[in-house]
């Protein structure tokens, strides 16, 4: 069977969502052509409902222990080659206070699964930071917790959470984890935040190891049903110490196809151009604003641990990526006729 590609772009554009195999074609023949198209349409979706501003969120990363084992990441536990450092609270404190003077109005705290951070703890110093900058919103990028912990977060203030589901297909999801985890109890997980009223995120990694155009389309498909408000994804990167070490890396162009067809599908999300995208390629982050992306998450975490965050081989942490090089970062929206703008950036509906 084949489509008429362009006609299966105006189709999202006009809100009705494809069949699988329709959306399958696309992701398996788009060419250049399909590219600029789609990337226009986004552009002019994400005009309508956000207009050229770009939000910032100041990211944190508060761990780098893990009890998981992901086969595709940095921080396994099963490497032993990694560097580990945790934040104390009042270290994370300081990280707010820093981003708060450069205008972060979005606070991110992510990490590994670390038990060191009891729900207690973690409900400690998110009532620390809501007390000092009640303005600014919270975000938790925290991996798997039970309804319970989640509720004890949410009613300590934190106003959104961040979970990809990483592959909506079950089969594929055990051959990128562990057999101690699984995609049900991951949709579990979404469900429960969702439940809970934060603004959630999900989203995956592009060209991660056995990924095919029908799983590709299976995320889409999935995410359009549960209807996040954030959806983040970047390249796969391989990371030396881990099991796909000699894996391939992901593709750029077929990320910031995927962004466009997001923007498309969910016309009102949170879209981040993903660090990732801006290690794999060096303007990576501006294509991914291009393709349809709005949402920027530049790294404030303390200056001694940033390398010691490293999830994938050569991840950016310093230069523009870096929370302190605001001013560059400014400019080089600015050049491509977008604007940082230092609000909250919650979800419009
Ligand atoms: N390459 C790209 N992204 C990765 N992540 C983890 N490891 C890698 C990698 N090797 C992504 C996962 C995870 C998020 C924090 O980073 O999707 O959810």
Known sequence: MRYDRIGLIDQLEMQQILLKEELVYLIANFGEKESRYLFERAAAMRKKNYGTDVYIRGLIEITSYCKRNCLYCGIRAGNQHAERYRLTKEE????????NELGFKTFVLQGGEDP???DELMTDIILAIKKAYPENA?????GEKSYESYKMFREAGADRYLLRHETANNEHYNQLHPPQMSGQERKHCLADLKRLGFQFGTGFMVGSPFQTPELLAED???????QPQMVGIGPFI??????????QAGSVPLTLFMIGLLRLILPHA???STTALGTAEANGRELGILAGANVIMPNLSPLDVRKKYMIYDNK???GLEAAESLAGLKKSMNAIGYQIVETRGDFKK
């Open 238 to 247: 391989p990371h030396h110490e881990t099991p796909f070490a000699d894996q």
């Open 116 to 118: 060191y951070y009891t």
């Open 270 to 272: 949170l879209l981040p």
């Open 220 to 226: 889409l498909l999935f995410i359009h049903e549960i």
């Open 316 to 318: 950016i942490a310093t």
């Open 92 to 99: 994370i404190l300081e990280c707010c206070h820093i981003g």
């Open 138 to 142: 919270i975000t938790l990028s925290l």
